[in-house]
């Protein structure tokens, strides 16, 4: 279990997830927590089941259907039923805010008062796209950030295509990519990417937690590193 490096307010709770633990076997092995990737259904519940109830969880999690969009959900109770969304706000206590990944970038807010908080799945199609702005445009007053695991810079090797999506979004962005000796291939920096979105917004609170999904095969899942793999997640919520 990762704890955020962050000065929350004391009644966010937060945290994410490793594959240290659990029942699934074979290229899932450890605490997989995705349902879509072909791992037996019933050990990931078991999975989760054990989750909640080692992490003192107040709820089950709120899990989202995540496919690369800009969707953020407010969300006011609990649910069972998975949401089409790769962002979830909420302002109610006792909400478990999750985004699942193996690679893509978890985005975890609060306001400074503690009364809202929010989950993002960033990958680099949402995040050129603006899942993190329409989730921190959506939050009450001064935001802090947590970024939790992903795929780091030195791992994660795009094309030509997303280097010139995100600098034709914002010139700066070319900060966060260093040319690879192949021609037309770049390595991007995730974080720093997104350092710079919320910057724009004046958001300087960003506390990163510096953990490469790719290089931590003992601790992490990674997509880039095993293709077929299992998944963590972060969470967040308010304390009542």
Known sequence: MIIPNWNAPKQVK???STRQGGFSQGVYQGLNLGMHVGDD??????NRQWLVETSAMPSSPIWLNQTHSTVVLDVDAPTEQVLDADGIITSTPNVVCSAMTADCLPVLMTNRTGTQVAAVHAGWRGLVNGIVEH???RMSGDVMVW??????AQAFEVGEDVFAAFVAHHPQAELAFTPCVQQGKWLADMSQLVKLRLHQLGIEQVFDSGLCTYQDAERFYSYRRDGVTGRQA?????EE
């Open 14 to 16: 937060a945290f994410s």
């Open 41 to 46: 259904p019933a050990l990931v519940l078991h």
């Open 234 to 238: 972060a969470f967040i919520w308010l």
């Open 135 to 137: 989730t921190a445009a």
């Open 147 to 152: 970024l939790g695991p992903a795929i780091g």
